[in-house]
């Protein structure tokens, strides 16, 4: 693997890690409950109304909520991680390409 993939790859799950509490906090997963008006609480309503009127537990919505809540638990930051870490290599991988 060449070194701007690698770069890439490490750039990527850092910048995926350190950016994930701030992007769920800002769609609305806060410490304090789901935000009013905001896309969790979008999220919440529908989810709210396919299932019933309640949200079911281990649901996406209630996963969210519980990272906002709580922060993202070491398992979540290292899948976080690899997901960004791919996204890293992938624009490593595009940058080296020639036209």
């Known amino acids: 693997m060449d070194p701007l993939t ?20 800002a769609a609305g997963f806060t410490a304090g409950g789901i935000a009013a008006g905001s ?19 281990g649901s996406v919505v ?3 909520q519980a990272a ?11 899948i976080v991680g690899a997901v960004g870490a791919a ?4 624009a490593g991988l595009a940058s080296n390409c020639t036209s």
């Not at 906002?68 to 290292?78: N, S, V």
């Not at 996204?87 to 992938?90: E, K, L, P, R, T």
Request: glycine content about 18%.
């Open 68 to 78: 906002g809540a709580a922060g993202i638990p070491l398992a979540g930051q290292a």
């Open 62 to 64: 209630a996963t969210l």
């Open 87 to 90: 996204m890293g290599a992938a």
């Open 6 to 25: 690698l770069i890439g790859a490490g750039i990527g799950a850092v910048a995926t890690v350190v950016a994930a509490p701030a992007v769920l906090t």
């Open 39 to 57: 896309v969790a609480s979008s999220l919440m309503s529908a989810a709210a109304v396919a299932n019933g009127g309640g949200i079911a537990a």
